[in-house]
């Protein structure tokens, strides 16, 4: 997840509930390059950060780009491929199923041409048309296979990149462990990534914001989500860009042709029933263009979505599916 316009805050409510022994615990900690946060209600401190830390730090050994030693760095530099952790292998086969859904919207295997545009867009350069086009010629899921517990990729130059994933799988096993321990009521923002769980004590949901323009009023330039039992995650451009000559490029690049994207959405946030599938898609929309996200929605009935963009004009404006209103308050 890539955060930009839209800021998720959540609120974590203290609440007296003394009458009937239950607690608020926060845990609060930094990893993966970022902050995270968890409230839950308990009879006792279950979990503590320690155990938040140990976790992460074993998702990180095995998906982490800036660990020298994860498995997705052997992965990377292996001729053949490499047999996979836990971790890594439900990561993959997720990835390998969105984008089958997605069309290829999103894609893990875009690092190629990812390396390509960086190294070019540093020299204040765009990389040639020859440039792209060898480098998707190992772009591309189907170049990826499972046999057992092993990840192989038909050419050695594939290699794979799951920051636009790894996130929500994170926030999912935390929600996990919680539930293994019997704390169902809980939310948990990791990064911008948010799950939440259960409600607050008197309460009947736990509540998050959106926010739709670029204001530092974050309160009062909102869309007030109620979440329960869901995720909802963030992926944006605004100011994530390079100006060469007249010409913006992003960030964000489409894994089919190998370049930047090009309409100018500013923000996708994606609502969902667990983090790692809301993580993903909101990188896919992106890619996909607003008209043809909004189509594939209608396949999608449990996928809530809205989108900041630019329209013709420059104008602002926001949009969203039926399911993602059903959650607004206002």
């Known amino acids: 997840m890539i955060q930009a316009l839209i800021f998720l805050h959540t609120f974590f409510i203290p609440v007296n ?3 009937d022994s239950i607690h608020t615990y926060h845990i609060n900690g930094f990893a993966q390059g970022t902050s995270y946060h968890i409230a839950y209600f308990s009879k006792s401190s279950i979990i503590n950060q320690n155990e938040i830390d140990e ?15 994860s498995l997705i760095n052997r992965f990377n530099l292996e001729h053949r491929g490499i047999k996979m952790d836990p971790h890594f292998k439900q990561v993959i086969l997720k990835s390998i199923d969105i984008s089958a859904s997605t069309n290829g919207a999103f894609d893990i295997t875009c690092k190629p041409a990812i390396q390509l545009w960086n190294a070019a867009l540093s020299l204040n350069k765009i990389p040639s048309r020859q440039q792209i086009k060898r480098v998707l010629n190992y772009v591309g899921y189907k170049h990826l296979s499972i046999k057992g517990d092993s990840l192989i990729k038909n050419n050695p130059n594939v290699q794979i990149d ?4 790894a996130q929500g799988y994170s926030v999912d096993q935390i929600a996990t462990l919680l539930l293994k321990n019997n704390i169902n009521d809980f939310i948990i923002e990791l990064g911008g990534e948010v799950f939440a769980h259960g409600k607050p004590q008197d309460k009947n949901s736990w509540y998050t914001a959106v926010q739709s323009s670029s204001s530092q009023r974050m309160l009062s330039d909102a869309y007030i ?4 039992n869901a995720a909802l995650t963030t992926s944006g451009s605004m100011n994530k860009f390079i100006r060469i000559g007249n010409n913006y490029y992003s960030h964000i690049y489409n894994p089919i042709t190998g370049k930047p994207i090009q309409e100018k959405i500013i923000s996708v946030t994606i609502l969902a029933n667990d983090a790692i599938t809301a993580d993903a898609l909101d990188n896919a929309l992106m890619v996909m263009g607003t008209k043809t996200a909004f189509e ?6 449990s996928i809530g979505a809205f989108i900041v963009y630019e329209n013709k004009e420059g104008k602002i404006l926001t949009i969203s599916n039926p399911l993602f209103d059903r959650f607004l308050v206002r």
């Open 225 to 228: 989500i109620a979440l329960n």
């Open 55 to 69: 976790l992460l730090s074993s998702i990180d050994s095995s998906l982490s780009l800036y660990k020298s030693y």
């Open 296 to 301: 594939w929605l209608k396949n999608y009935p």
């Open 162 to 165: 799951c920051d636009g994933i």
């Open 17 to 19: 509930t003394e009458k």
